[in-house]
């Protein structure tokens, strides 16, 4: 894979991160699924009618608690996104891939809601696409329902790059889930999304 300024694919080299949440294996833990559907429960609350708090439910809070924790603070580890860079043979910055996955998944898509989204200025926001442009990973259109503004969508390189990254990340998933019993894996597929979800139905 060939691509332009120090975004796209090439031999390695290193990154930094973004103040938005990142998301751990760009697979939905950040609100979004695949492509940008959001991932949806049982809503509020989840569980099946007339369960209610158990006498362990403290001790499950918390051990969820950490293992979330645990998982955030691995999702931005310097050393495993270079980690993947090097295995897909791209360069591309944690706060590149937060920006470029966003905009493929949502664009065309102004910057005033993607600054809105990841909880940025528009300074800020403003630069990394600008960044991002200049390598050729997204590209500037007229906003359709305002010829006056602006959007942006990702490239055909900005796919390709996208999709290196995220390939890696499904192979290190797959990898670690690999050596897990297939009932294990099955409830794990069902529960976290349902957790996700209903934890954005709780925050209105």
Same mark, same amino acid.
Request: glycine letters at 14%; aromatic letters at 2%.
């Given at each position: $894979?060939? !691509?332009?300024?120090r ?8 990154s930094?991160?973004?103040?938005? #949440?990142?998301d751990?294996v %760009?697979?939905?833990? =950040? %609100? ?6 959001? *991932? ?17 439910? =403290? ?5 969820? @608690? ?15 996104? /270079?980690?993947? /860079? ?11 891939? @937060?920006?470029?996955?966003? *905009?493929?998944?949502?664009? #065309?898509?102004r910057?005033s809601?993607?600054? %809105?989204l $990841? =909880?940025?200025?528009l ?6 696409? /600008?960044?991002?442009e !200049? =390598?050729?990973? *997204? ?28 390939a ?9 889930l690999?050596?897990? #019993?297939a009932?294990?894996?099955r409830?794990?597929a @069902? ?10 139905? !709780?925050?209105?």
């Amino acid at each position: $894979m060939r !691509g332009r300024g120090r975004y796209a694919a090439q031999p390695v080299a290193s990154s930094t991160p973004v103040n938005a #949440p990142p998301d751990p294996v %760009g697979t939905g833990l =950040d %609100g979004t699924g695949p492509g940008g559907r959001a *991932v949806r429960g049982r809503g509020p609350g989840g569980g099946d009618p007339g369960t209610g708090a158990g006498p362990d439910l =403290d001790d499950t809070v918390r051990a969820v @608690e950490a293992a979330i924790t645990d998982l955030f603070r691995l999702a931005s580890s310097r050393r495993l996104h /270079q980690a993947r /860079q090097d295995r897909a043979g791209i360069r591309l910055s944690r706060t590149g891939w @937060e920006f470029l996955r966003r *905009v493929d998944d949502l664009g #065309p898509i102004r910057v005033s809601r993607l600054a %809105g989204l $990841m =909880d940025l200025s528009l300074p800020v926001t403003s630069r990394a696409l /600008q960044r991002l442009e !200049g =390598d050729g990973l *997204v590209a500037r259109r007229a906003d359709p329902a305002d010829g006056r503004a602006a959007c942006f969508v990702a490239t055909p390189e900005g796919r390709r790059t996208r999709a290196g990254l995220q390939a890696a990340m499904h192979d290190e998933l797959g990898a670690v889930l690999s050596g897990w #019993p297939a009932p294990d894996r099955r409830v794990l597929a @069902e529960v976290l999304p349902r957790l996700v979800a209903d934890m954005r139905a !709780g925050s209105g």
